[in-house]
């Protein structure tokens, strides 16, 4: 039932997107869906290739990161209680920072990819650290209790319990944070400093006031975010399946 009204929805989507083109909405900026398929065709793979991968790379970088950082982050809080307050201010903080107003730093101190990479991670991190921290702490108190009677010191907690409880939410976490990464790739490439990636194509393609290329680029970048969603999806079904089971209860 879930895949038919998902199916429903996407295709209620694209009669209204069709409608809108019809209907000449916004002064002709919005192309028909064949329009847009069409001009993708035609561009072909010579130009949604290179610029898929290299973004799709950049956004890998930064979720590995983003993600490696806030995990690390909220083990320690969890191990180390009293650092909490300040962890915590420190990942609203990276949250609420402007990015846009942010990147343009990196770019002159770092130059090339880094802000891609960098705006990626961001992205990722507070997502990520609230998700660990709220699933290390779901631990049934009775095994934690079990474990300290036989001697199992915070350590033994964290692998053998708190770890495992923790699974559903960090994948929880990692589902949002995957296209996320994608969002912070993109937009660091918006910011100029490479001449590759679907933020330079898709600013190549508004200044030419290419619409139909514009969308295509913008379809490339949501199945992109999809496909990021989707292998983290299927890496929980192998790791932790009792996630997904959670998940449809």
């Known amino acids: 039932m879930k895949r038919i009204g998902g199916l429903i929805g996407v295709l209620g989507l694209i009669a209204v997107w069709w409608l809108l083109a019809a209907l000449d909405v916004a002064g002709g900026t919005i192309p028909s869906p064949w329009t847009v398929l069409h001009t993708m065709y035609t561009d072909g793979w010579d130009l949604y290739g290179p610029n898929f991968r290299i973004t799709a ?117 990692l589902k949002i944070a995957a296209p996320s990464a994608v969002l912070g790739a993109i937009i660091g490439e918006y910011l100029g400093g490479v001449d590759s990636g679907i933020g330079v194509a898709l600013t190549a393609a508004q200044t030419a006031y290419n619409v139909p290329r514009t969308w295509g680029m913008a379809l490339a970048a949501a199945a992109l975010a999809g496909l990021g969603y989707a292998i983290v999806a299927l890496a929980a079904r192998l790791v932790a399946p009792w996630t997904a089971q959670e998940a449809a209860r």
Do not use: H
């Open 57 to 173: 790379l950049g956004a890998l970088k930064g979720f590995i990161w983003g993600n490696a950082l806030a995990i690390g982050l909220a083990i320690l809080i969890v191990l180390i209680p009293w650092i909490e307050p300040l962890a915590t201010q420190l990942a609203i903080l990276s949250y609420c920072i402007p990015l846009l107003a942010l990147g343009p730093i990196i770019l002159v101190v770092f130059g090339g990819r880094t802000p891609t990479v960098f705006l990626a991670a961001m992205y990722c991190f507070f997502t990520t650290m609230v998700g660990t921290v709220t699933g290390l702490r779901s631990a049934d108190v009775t095994s934690l209790d079990l474990i300290r009677a036989y001697g199992g010191g915070r350590w033994q907690q964290l692998y053998r319990v708190q770890a495992i409880a923790a699974l559903p939410n960090l994948f929880a976490a």
